[in-house]
């Protein structure tokens, strides 16, 4: 019984010990950690509600990214419709939304303004 428990003391004790050494934390060029604490994904922000004042005005579809400037274009809402019908996709500028308490979006623009812009195609795109 006391070779049983050694072994198994062993067993354990090579479990616990690390196969590798962890690497240090090394920050990449050009990445402000300041700026990355306070952004938010993409993947996230698409499919939230943007509000002006407490009424829905429309629905973040996706971003626009200029790879070249490294900064947000525009937000693409879809506005209009019922449920997906009879919608159409609008190109926001960016500094028109706001991120308010809890992440919820708004901007000064009415539903009206919305419906009013001209529909954004995905197509003239390069």
Same mark, same amino acid.
């Given at each position: 019984?006391?070779?049983?428990?050694?072994?198994?003391?062993a067993?354990?004790?090579?479990?616990?010990s690390?196969?590798?050494?962890?690497?240090?934390?090394?920050?990449?060029?050009?990445?402000?950690?300041?700026?990355?604490?306070?952004?938010?994904?993409?993947s996230?922000?698409?499919?939230?509600?943007?509000?002006?004042g407490?009424?829905?005005v429309?629905?973040i579809?996706?971003?626009?990214? &200029? /790879?070249?400037?490294?900064?947000?274009? !525009?937000?693409?809402?879809?506005?209009? +419709?019922? @449920?997906?019908?009879g919608?159409?996709?609008?190109?926001?500028?960016?500094?028109?939304?706001?991120?308010g308490?809890?992440?919820?979006?708004?901007? &000064? /623009?009415?539903?009206?303004?919305?419906? !009013?812009?001209?529909a954004?195609?995905? +197509?003239? @795109?390069?």
């Open positions: 019984m006391l070779v049983s428990i050694s072994v198994a003391h067993q354990q004790a090579q479990s616990e690390p196969t590798s050494s962890p690497q240090p934390m090394t920050p990449t060029a050009g990445i402000d950690q300041a700026a990355l604490a306070g952004s938010a994904r993409a996230k922000l698409i499919g939230s509600k943007v509000y002006h407490d009424i829905s429309g629905q579809e996706d971003v626009l990214v &200029d /790879l070249n400037q490294a900064n947000l274009i !525009a937000v693409i809402l879809s506005v209009g +419709g019922f @449920l997906g019908v919608d159409k996709l609008v190109a926001v500028p960016v500094t028109q939304i706001k991120v308490p809890e992440a919820k979006f708004t901007t &000064d /623009l009415t539903r009206e303004q919305m419906t !009013a812009a001209p954004f195609d995905f +197509g003239k @795109l390069q």
